[in-house]
């Protein structure tokens, strides 16, 4: 009896391709997993960024309360570290910073009345974009940096979780 050589390299053909598609599968199930963590990772640090903001915009700035905010969002980037790129850490920090930054102008006594218009209108439509051009320096320097460090986090995050490949 002849060995049947043609259905056992049948066989293993057809093995080594159900075996080679298991591990793609396996692989692709961990990876969707992973991406699937890193996008709510971001999110959440989005999230805790924004509260930020959203507290600065305000104007009732109080540094106990801002650094409350700021150790949240900390917390939220130590958390997800795993998901969460160095860049974009380095990224959120200096948002905060400029966010601080902000805060500390929005709250000084006695702030001149071409900034309290701004300070109104960042506070009711979030937008700091139309600054008067009588506005000193150290108004205008702080919100522009904001705006640019904002608009870093957003470009990036939306890179890392895809939002770019829609």
Do not use: C
Not at 6 to 29: D, F, I, N
């Amino acid at each position: 009896m002849p060995f049947p050589l043609a259905e056992t390299l049948g066989l293993t053909g057809t093995l080594a391709v159900a075996a080679l598609g298991y591990w793609q599968w396996r692989r692709t199930q961990r990876s969707g997993s992973y991406l699937q963590d890193r996008t709510a990772a971001y999110k959440e640090v989005w999230d805790a960024l924004e509260e930020i903001n959203l507290y600065v915009r305000r104007g009732q700035f109080d540094k106990e309360r801002f650094d409350a905010l700021v150790r949240e969002a900390n917390t939220r980037i130590i958390k997800h570290g795993l998901h969460v790129a160095e860049k974009d850490r380095d990224l959120a920090a200096a948002y905060m910073r400029a966010l601080e930054a902000v805060g500390e102008v929005l709250s000084q006594p006695g702030v001149d009345v071409a900034f309290k218009q701004v300070q109104d209108d960042m506070a009711v439509t979030a937008s700091g974009k139309l600054l008067p051009t009588g506005m000193a320096d150290v108004y205008r320097d702080a919100i522009q940096e904001m705006e640019r460090s904002r608009k870093r986090v957003i470009d990036s995050f939306r890179r890392m979780i895809g939002a770019g490949q829609i």
